[in-house]
């Protein structure tokens, strides 16, 4: 089982659609989460952390659910300018530190 | 524009030579990361300083990978005697004291190995 897990997709929807991405975890002692987009051929750039207590920037919403292992980002209100490449991100114990990992993908197009 | 630099953007070189990529940081971030990524997936955690001490080495980095950041500034990555499959998108990552380990990537270097 691979460390962090994610539907590369895609996921094709239309202008306005809400859609909700999973990302499961397997080390309980997963430290700290986040959400990077990348556009294709660029490198990925930091979305949003996740906290526990789940948190929103404007149409994004993220959550944590620890005891069930997975985050998920929810995009509300899609635009075309969503269209990219959403990476989840889990630090887990490393040698010494924690080290983060990154899942495959899930890869979103929006059209008009 | 995020800070970190990646030089060179691109290189192709021939099976069996050896090549280096450079990473130059954002100033004064501690913590600087090596990433390989290829095509589909997401990025994979190579290696990773903090300062110029290297804590931590993924068993993907065989003993032909070997990364410096000698001052604590800019690092360097070299591969040596490379083979096809080490055609990939080498990307860099640092991060700053104090920071909630958000990671600024720079842009990266693209290698093909012919």
């Known amino acids: 089982r691979k460390e962090v897990e994610q539907d590369p997709g895609p996921f094709n929807v239309p202008e306005g659609a809400t859609v909700a991405f999973n990302c499961t975890y397997s080390?309980?002692?997963?430290?700290?989460f986040f959400w990077y987009r990348q556009d294709c051929r660029k490198e990925p750039k930091l979305l949003m952390s996740v906290y526990s207590s789940g948190n929103e920037d404007g149409r994004f919403t993220a959550q944590l659910n620890r005891a069930s292992q997975y985050i998920s980002l929810l995009i509300r209100d899609s635009k075309l300018s969503d269209s990219a490449t959403y990476l989840c991100?889990?630090?887990?114990?490393?040698?010494?530190?924690?080290?983060?990992?990154f899942g495959r993908g899930t890869s979103l197009i929006v059209h008009p | 524009d995020t800070g970190v630099s990646q030089d060179p953007r691109h290189k192709i070189t021939k099976r069996g030579q050896n090549v280096t990529f450079r990473c130059d940081p954002i100033?004064?971030?501690?913590?600087l990361y090596w990433y390989r990524q290829t095509l589909g997936q997401g990025p994979e955690f190579l290696t990773y300083f903090q300062n110029e001490a290297q804590l931590e080495k993924s068993r993907l980095l065989s003993d032909r990978f070997s990364a410096e950041r000698p001052k604590g500034s800019f690092s360097t990555l070299e591969i040596q005697r490379t083979e096809q499959g080490d055609s990939a998108m080498y990307l860099c990552?640092?991060?700053?004291?104090?920071?909630?380990?958000?990671?600024?990537f720079g842009p990266g270097t693209r290698l093909t190995v012919l």
């Open positions: 990552a640092t991060t700053g004291v104090g920071s909630t380990d958000t990671q600024y």
């Open positions: 991100v889990v630090n887990s114990p490393g040698g010494g530190s924690y080290i983060p990992t």
């Open positions: 100033s004064e971030h501690n913590r």
């Open positions: 080390n309980s002692a997963s430290q700290s």
